[in-house]
């Protein structure tokens, strides 16, 4: 696996790529979003974005003609304050790795997961699919998101409300027959543990838009 670090000269946003030893010329492109605690400006803030969430699972077997991009949020904002930001940013690894636009995956945890939501409802023809965890949107917009979502909250979770998750889930079972959820009982706000492992991964990798 090739770990590649990149500061944010040459892109919206400071990043880390996992790229697999043999990956085609056109692969998919996995985007993670972190949490507010993994903020920072690069240098050596970034390794950060390793804390949590697919790092800990991707191989070279697994992560097969994907590459998983993993930016840094600056200290001092958010991510759902960046959306338009993260559009550019995606633009950019697109064209960087060649990537096939049919097969670009969103994902996010806590501060990470509101920012997948909102990404999604914001631009949802990017996305073949999404995985936002332990986070929340914009219910009354939730039709806007018709690609395949898998979304993730621990019911016992103290920092961000499983109200959040659960409201964007009812709305989305009246008009997305692609939706997938976990309500883990007895899960505090770590939910990434359980739902940020190879299952979740390989079901992102074979949605295609």
């Not at 509101?114 to 914001?122: E, I, L, R, V």
Request: proline share 5%.
């Amino acid at each position: 696996m090739l770990i590649e670090r990149h500061n944010g000269a040459d892109s919206t946003f400071p990043y880390i790529a996992y790229v697999p030893e043999t990956v085609s010329d056109t692969p998919a492109l996995l985007i993670q979003l972190h949490g507010a605690g993994e903020r920072g400006n690069g240098g050596d803030d970034l390794d950060k974005v390793l804390i949590h969430g697919f790092a800990k699972v991707v191989n070279d077997d697994n992560l097969q003609d994907g590459i998983l991009i993993m930016p840094q949020c600056p200290r001092d904002t958010f991510w759902v304050a960046r959306v338009e930001s993260i559009r550019r940013f995606i633009d950019e690894v697109v064209a960087r790795y060649h990537a096939d636009t049919g097969r670009i995956y969103l994902c996010g945890l806590s501060m990470g997961g509101f920012g997948t939501w909102y990404t999604a409802m914001a631009y949802p023809e990017l996305f073949a699919a999404i995985a936002p965890c332990c986070g929340g949107g914009m219910a009354w917009n939730a039709h806007t998101l018709t690609m395949p979502v898998w979304a993730f909250h621990g019911l016992d979770d103290t920092c961000v409300s499983p109200s959040q998750t659960i409201e964007m889930v009812d709305k989305l079972k009246l008009c997305n027959p692609r939706l997938r959820y976990d309500l883990y009982e007895g899960v505090g706000h770590d939910s990434w543990v359980r739902a940020f492992g190879e299952e979740t991964l390989a079901w992102l990798l074979a949605q295609h838009k």
